[in-house]
Nanobody, 117 residues
Framework: QVQLVESGGGLVQPGGSLRLSCAAS?????????MTWYRQTPGKEREQVAV????????NYADSVKGRFTISRDNAKNMVYLQMNSLKPEDTAVYYC?????????WGQGTQVTVSS
């Protein structure tokens, strides 16, 4: 059974850093899936934050996080990461990991990130 499990969220002060991890299991070939981090706050639509290609050679970021967040993956370990630096209160959200090759793809359960002093 395919599963994505996010971890690494928590409470951090403005200007701080967090590293989110997404552990993938049950995939026959994890390395053929593009991986995306999304985030969502109550009352708002889910927002795409960062995406990485299946081979890890191409990335794209939302304008709001460019220069602060870095997405990476380790296909040997079936892992995806989101390094978040210079965090701002507006980065507060539930962060979700998503895997897609075709169709709707697969979602994790999310991890809460709260940026507050």
């Amino acid at each position: 059974q395919v599963q994505l499990v996010e971890s690494g969220g928590g409470l951090v002060q403005p200007g701080g850093s967090l590293r989110l991890s997404c552990a993938a299991s049950g995939f026959t070939f994890f390395s053929i899936y593009a991986m995306t981090w999304y985030r969502q706050t109550p009352g708002k639509e889910r927002e795409q934050v960062a995406v990485i290609s299946s081979a890890g050679d191409s990335t794209n970021y939302a304008d709001s996080v460019k220069g602060r967040f870095t997405i990476s993956r380790d296909n040997a370990k079936n892992m995806v990461y989101l390094q978040m630096n210079s965090l701002k209160p507006e980065d507060t959200a539930v962060y979700y990991c998503h895997a897609r090759r075709s169709g709707p793809g697969y979602w994790g359960q999310g991890t809460q990130v709260t940026v507050s002093s």
